[in-house]
């Protein structure tokens, strides 16, 4: 079996097929760039995606530039303290408003001709738009020229944002999840700056999906993990849909040198006195949820071959003990650099022309095979459409 040629649609019809005959996705969507083109406008795009925390824009007028998929995008909180995603780019000349994070004091303003924005993405001043002197023009009507906000979501901090604007309203979409996590509706608190860290990994986005997704590979890859928390401990979350993962019913709590530990959740469930959940929210954000803190890595997809996992710890309350803060960010650091031989020997391997997708295990692959199911639904959508309107 040999890959398809360049540019050819990848056959999905073995992918969609029950578990326990189904095959991976073809190897073109993890390697060939015209298959990654084609994913972005039917997976990342028109889907809910996440892009960034809200803790990264933590004050009104807190402005942070962000690239996603090429695209310049701008995380800010206005004044009012809402945070939106705006295009980095002025409406006059198309230049690139904010080059680093800082915080805006007044309007946006261009630096290429002084047009000026402010934090709720309304054009307020035109310097000599209708000449020297003439700070407006009839032609140029303000009340147009705004900068394009992104539509966007906040759940659990994570700011997920809909490219192509026609997705059902996120509360819709993941009603299943927020209702099956609807215990932690209340507030987190980011760490700060040492409850943060990026990962890059030289893998397919999706890599890092899958592997999150099951607890298979805990005996061999997770062994300090695996020594209390067993495999044999686990469950698969495999509902067919828009996410999927594992979850634990041993889940041992951090405690300091004197026996201190991180504050609870408030009014949780006797499962979460000893249980955990880790889930991947379709398509590009993993999420754990545990009685005493909590994480969010939103995938940064570059390339076919890279990828950047940024990794974010919350907790119940504010003022955290320092000391156990790094240790359990150094733990996590741990636990998730285990997994980089894993998603980056997967993605050579891709490269094998005769791999025809793999097989997955009916018991210990249900999660990962949720995820292939609904990216090659996704693209069979996509693809329909395309074809319709061509007609």
């Avoid at 050579?348 to 997708?357: C, V, W």
Wanted: some cysteine; overall charge negative.
């Amino acid at each position: 079996m040999t890959q398809p040629p360049f540019n050819a649609p990848t056959d999905l019809a073995a992918v969609r097929r029950p578990v326990d005959s189904a095959q991976g996705l073809p190897n073109p969507h993890y390697t060939d760039p015209a298959v990654f083109a084609e994913e972005k406008q039917a997976v990342l795009m028109s889907s809910w995606s996440g892009l960034a925390v809200a803790s990264d824009v933590p004050e009104p007028g807190d402005a942070k530039p962000i690239s996603f998929l090429g695209m310049p995008l701008l995380l800010l909180r206005d004044r009012d303290g809402t945070v939106r995603v705006f295009n980095n780019t002025c409406r006059h000349r198309g230049m690139i408003l904010v080059e680093t994070a800082r915080k805006i004091e007044g309007a946006i303003r261009c630096p290429y001709h002084s047009w000026c924005y402010a934090t709720d993405g309304r054009l307020v001043t035109t310097p000599h738009v209708g000449g020297p002197g003439q700070n407006s023009h009839a032609a140029m009507k303000r009340s147009e020229l705004g900068l394009l906000e992104v539509r966007s979501h906040i759940w659990r901090d994570v700011v997920f944002i809909n490219i192509s604007g026609d997705a059902a309203p996120f509360e819709e979409v993941h009603a299943d999840l927020i209702d099956r996590w609807s215990e932690f509706s209340q507030p987190q608190y980011h760490g700060g700056t040492d409850s943060y860290f990026t990962l890059p990994v030289k893998t397919n986005w999706k890599l890092a999906v899958e592997n999150y997704c099951e607890s298979y590979h805990l005996p061999w890859v997770h062994p300090g993990l695996n020594s209390y928390s067993r495999l044999e401990d686990h469950y698969n979350i495999a509902e067919l849909g828009r996410f999927s993962g594992q979850g634990t019913n041993v889940y041992r709590q951090l405690t300091g040198e004197n026996g201190e530990t991180f504050p609870d959740f408030e009014g949780l469930s006797p499962f979460w006195d000893e249980g955990a959940e880790y889930i991947a929210v379709y398509p590009n954000v993993l999420l754990g949820a545990q009685r005493d803190h909590a994480f969010a890595i939103v995938l940064e997809p570059l390339d076919t071959e890279n990828t950047l996992e940024h990794i974010h710890l919350f907790y119940a309350a504010e003022n955290i003990d320092a000391e156990l803060s790094a240790k359990n960010a150094a733990q996590w650091r741990e636990v998730f650099e285990e997994d980089v031989f894993v998603v980056e020997g997967m993605q050579r391997g891709r490269h094998a022309p005769d791999f025809d997708g793999g097989r997955f295990s009916p018991a210990m692959d249900g999660p990962t095979h949720c995820f292939h199911d609904w990216v090659a639904q996704r693209f069979q959508f996509h693809r329909a459409a395309q074809v319709a309107a061509a007609e």
